[in-house]
């Protein structure tokens, strides 16, 4: 027994040993992959610096390598469970389509599972025009509070961890461990070789920039063994340690380099905006100040997260240059013409995207880049413009943000006070923008999908709400859309209007309707009229108005409010969305005021995405006697439809009040010169939880980005 033990010991010692090695680099094995790479003092790499431009060898000579990219993460909706397995098929189909969209770079904007880096490995090893990658490196959001105590030391210590990380697991030699052993992820497949390069840290918020500068004025000059500078402010001198820090870890370990950068943004760039807040002119981030030490030999570059949509004031910043030429001013081209005036290293754009959510976050006035509010093929098209701008002008490349929507982010500006955002990954929300970057969506599965074209075909029995002999109403939903289907003998679409009433929730709302006392025979927060195909909308009772309570009566930033809406008001008004906060022009000394949507317009048109005439922000489709209609949750201030969460009585129990919902009721009534008729009695549709399961689609956008990247020069 005592010789078993000690075998068993001695075995144990051995793996223990040898996992030991291979994790710190002991083992020295892959020498077949580094063939194709050149070599200073035992340092191994493929990729460098020369001059504005990156280049790449392939064995024989150095080439330009021109990236053209797109960011991709293993982000799903609804939490979806994947076994590794299912995740790595999933995400190698995903790679298929990248490629064959003409795509050559992969942006990995942090640590993923390790099903992505095997699906990468196995994707390329056989393939003769393999996806490379571009690794961002950032510090989990948890980390940085809004209080901003973290310090140098910490945020250094934070990133120097998930440096190490991020380098081990792109080599193949990482394990991560978790509490519970079966769920520790172990990385080992080396997609090393297709690794071009690392992107340093987070869009940081100018807030946190301008503390950590003040906190730490002593540090300036900065001597590392690959990375040297002066003239620092506080935060690039935590950049300048994070990428010497980078390159030393990766050449002692695996005797191999990368090309390294930090991310930076268009508030924190070094050109001074005119119309940027002064308070932040201190707050820039210059790369340009980063030099290297003759053991560097691949190089640095500037990273830039960068959309004509990204900040309030670029726009008016540019209106006012003189150094540009007439047709460039204010234009995103005239952006990316100051800042390669500032460069020398090469530039790439590494995140860069347009949103086809149904409402804005931001409008471009001088433009049509909006962050929101573009169908699938203006995404595409745009994108293609900016990416025009971008190569024009000589930058080294663009990755363009992202290959499928990500549900879980939520945080949009305008309307996170809206909604619970602790449950948002489990719907997706086509009121906020920042959840519709993707150039491929999740729709809901054939037998569970509606598509408002005025056909039948998507309705059954169990839909039916109501049926007599002046109409039918059906109504279903699923995690984004409630939708309605009317059917109405003789409805004439430029004579006849419809008043579709609907109550969310059941302690507000009114029976009246401006001038028509009892016009419904229920409690109605809502009115869907649909009046013709320009003039259609949806309208809130007064009392259950947040735009107005939220900025006008909370807060005055659009008017100023002081009386509150009875509760029964028979009052009902636009639903708008803010798309500009109140700013400082600083140039013009003025305070920007704000600007706001009409949200709660409907738009006509057919969302059935295999008809000629689809059009991806349809709400409403009339077609003979059949009106079917789509209404985002939001925008009936249901803040979560997978518990049944609306807003309350915010006007009584305050802004995060909130109300639990078992059904939604609707009526509807049809007006004809000035006559009403009830064409239903108050229906009721039950919300209860269900699963909603899941197909792809590639958006319009994908063809047409597939054909503007074939024409770029990428080698």
């Not at 943004?265 to 030490?293: C, G, W, Y």
């Not at 006070?417 to 489990?426: D, L, S, V, Y």
């Not at 108005?545 to 029964?568: G, H, L, Q």
């Amino acid at each position: 027994m005592r010789k078993f033990m000690l075998i068993v010991f001695s075995m144990l010692c051995i793996i223990m040993l040898l996992m030991y090695l291979f994790f710190l680099g002991g083992f020295d094995f892959k020498k077949d992959d580094l063939k194709s790479v050149g070599e200073e003092n035992g340092v191994h790499y493929a990729v460098r610096v020369s001059g504005d431009q990156i280049e790449q060898y392939d064995g024989n000579t150095w080439s330009p390598f021109v990236i053209k990219g797109i960011s991709l993460s293993e982000s799903l909706p609804n939490k979806e469970q994947l076994s590794s397995d299912q995740l790595e098929k999933k995400i190698s189909s995903w790679l298929a389509q990248i490629s064959e969209m003409n795509v050559n770079t992969i942006r990995i904007p942090s640590i993923q599972s390790p099903a992505l880096y095997k699906a990468v490995y196995e994707f390329n090893k056989n393939n003769q025009n393999p996806i490379y990658i571009i690794h961002d490196i950032p510090i989990n959001e948890d980390f940085i509070d809004g209080e901003y105590k973290q310090t140098s030391e910490e945020i250094q210590r934070h990133l120097e961890k998930n440096i190490k990380h991020t380098i081990d697991i792109v080599h193949g030699r990482k394990m991560l461990w978790d509490k519970n052993i079966f769920t520790s992820k172990w990385y080992n497949n080396d997609v090393s070789p297709y690794v071009l390069g690392y992107v340093i840290g987070n869009s940081w918020d100018p807030t946190l920039i301008k503390i950590i500068n003040k906190r730490d004025q002593e540090h300036s000059i900065y001597e590392g063994k690959y990375v040297t500078a002066d003239s620092l402010n506080g935060f690039e001198y935590i950049m300048a340690e994070a990428l010497d820090y980078t390159i030393q870890y990766e050449a002692e370990k695996y005797k191999q380099q990368r090309l390294v950068s930090f991310l930076n943004t268009i508030e924190l760039d070094p050109i001074i905006h005119s119309a940027q807040s002064s308070v932040f002119r201190n707050t820039e981030l210059n790369i340009e100040k980063l030099k290297m030490t003759n053991d560097v030999h691949t190089g640095i570059f500037a990273s830039y997260q960068a959309s004509p949509n990204d900040t309030d004031f670029l726009n008016f910043s540019l209106e006012n240059l003189h150094s540009l030429s007439s047709e460039k001013e204010g234009s995103f081209e005239g952006y990316l013409q100051q800042l390669k005036k500032i460069h020398q290293k090469p530039i790439v754009i590494t995140n860069m995207g347009l949103s086809t959510s149904r409402a804005m976050s931001k409008e471009d006035e001088y433009d049509h880049y909006s962050r929101g509010g573009m169908t699938e093929e203006e995404q595409g098209v745009y994108l293609t413009e900016l990416l025009d701008d971008i190569y024009q002008n000589d930058y080294a490349g663009a990755i363009v943000y992202h290959w499928q929507d990500e549900w879980q982010r939520s945080r949009t500006w305008n309307t996170r006070h809206i909604k619970n955002i602790e449950n948002t990954e489990n719907w997706l929300d086509v009121q906020s923008s920042e959840q519709h970057f993707g150039i491929m969506q999740f729709v809901p599965s054939n037998e569970q999908a509606v598509k408002v074209d005025g056909l039948t075909t998507d309705w059954n029995e169990e839909d039916l709400l109501y049926d007599n002999e002046n109409g039918q109403l059906y109504a279903k939903y699923d995690s984004s859309y409630l939708y309605l289907m009317i059917q109405k003998d003789k409805f004439h679409f430029t004579r006849d209007y419809l008043r579709i009433a609907i109550d969310v929730n059941p302690s507000m709302g009114t029976q009246d309707y401006e001038g028509y006392n009892g016009m419904f025979d229920m409690n109605a927060d809502f009115v869907a009229r649909i009046q013709g195909k320009n003039d259609s909308d949806i309208q809130v009772q007064s009392r259950y108005n947040i735009f107005d309570f939220r900025y006008k009566y909370y807060s005055n930033i659009v008017d100023k409010m002081t009386t509150i809406p009875a509760e029964n008001v028979n009052t009902f008004d636009p639903i708008y969305l803010l798309t500009r906060n109140v700013f400082q022009n600083d140039e013009a000394m003025e305070k920007v005021p704000p600007k706001y949507m009409e949200t709660g317009t409907l738009v006509f048109g057919n969302s059935d995405y295999d008809s000629n005439e689809y059009n991806s922000l349809a709400d409403f489709y009339v077609k003979e006697d059949v009106i079917e209609l789509r209404i985002p949750w939001l925008l009936i201030n249901v803040i979560d439809p997978i518990n049944g969460i609306a807003l309350g009585d915010f006007y009584k129990e305050g802004i995060n009040t909130q109300q639990k919902i078992n059904q939604i009721g609707l009526q509807v009534l049809a007006e004809t010169d000035g006559q009403i008729t009830k064409v239903t009695s108050p229906s009721y549709l039950r919300l209860e939880k269900s699963n909603t399961h899941y197909d792809e689609r590639t958006k319009k956008s994908y063809e047409v980005l597939q054909a503007y990247f074939e024409n770029v020069d990428g080698s």
